[in-house]
T-cell receptor, first 111, second 113 residues
Framework: QQPVQSPQAVILREGEDAVINCSSS?????VHWYRQKHGEAPVFLMILLKGGEQKGHEKISASFNEKKQQSSLYLTASQLSYSGTYFCGRNTQGGSEKLVFGKGTKLTVNP | DVKVTQSSRYLVKRTGEKVFLECVQD?????MFWYRQDPGLGLRLIYF???????EKGDIPEGYSVSREKKERFSLILESASTNQTSMYLC????????????FGNGTRLTVT
């Protein structure tokens, strides 16, 4: 039922790029992305609706591939503050507003 | 700013006790959610409510029930707490449509001994 995120973990040096993928077995209506820092609540990053649009937030952007039922989060020129666990959540076509999250991707950015 | 407040940050209960976790939001949001977070398992949806007295089961509702008598308050009830319900519990709320972001509370760390 949960969307599948990959990779499970990634370690970067400051300034490097990363991609986090989120795949669903169910037809997607929207995909949400959140970041959670250690000991804190998850914080909203962005929402993508079906249609393949790409959205951006500072140096973090995301895409939504409706055919593949997949979303990807792109982190460009990573900063130390990007460290945390990233979660994707999905709403399904014809479904309700309930949001089901993946298991998360732990991102560590080192100096 | 939206504020989602969970009544307790830490809670310790005994096996078999009935446990109430309370969540209040101050932005008149339609939707409220209860998730549990365990290492390696991500955020798993327990229950979701889309209106007062309306609820929908999530992926792991067994052993839990919920109550939403007022729009701003969503309670999670562990009917008979068990050790495998030791976890971090997160409450969230959203405005309404499926393109509305979720706002999370700071969580309740529940330990059942």
């Amino acid at each position: 039922q949960q969307p599948v995120q990959s990779p499970q973990a990634v370690i970067l040096r400051e300034g490097e790029d990363a991609v986090i993928n989120c795949s669903s077995s169910k037809a997607l209506y929207s995909v949400h992305w959140y970041r959670q820092k250690h000991g804190e609540a998850p914080v909203f990053l962005m929402i993508l609706l079906k249609g393949g649009e790409q959205k951006g937030h500072e140096k973090i952007s995301a895409s939504f591939n409706e055919k593949k039922q997949q979303s990807s989060l792109y982190l460009t020129a990573s900063q130390l503050s990007y460290s945390g666990t990233y979660f994707c959540g999905r709403n399904t076509q014809g479904g309700s507003e309930k949001l089901v999250f993946g298991k998360g991707t732990k991102l560590t950015v080192n100096p | 700013d939206v504020k989602v407040t969970q009544s307790s940050r830490y809670l310790v209960k005994r096996t078999g006790e009935k446990v109430f976790l309370e969540c209040v939001q101050d932005m008149d949001h339609e939707n409220m959610f209860w998730y549990r977070q365990d290492p390696g398992l991500g955020l798993r949806l327990i229950y979701f409510s889309y209106d007062v007295k309306m609820k929908e089961k999530g992926d792991i509702p067994e052993g839990y029930s919920v109550s939403r008598e007022k729009k701003e308050r969503f309670s999670l009830i562990l009917e008979s707490a068990s050790t495998n319900q030791t976890s971090m519990y997160l409450c969230a709320s959203s405005y309404g449509p499926r393109n509305s972001p979720l706002h999370f509370g700071n969580g309740t760390r529940l330990t059942v001994t």
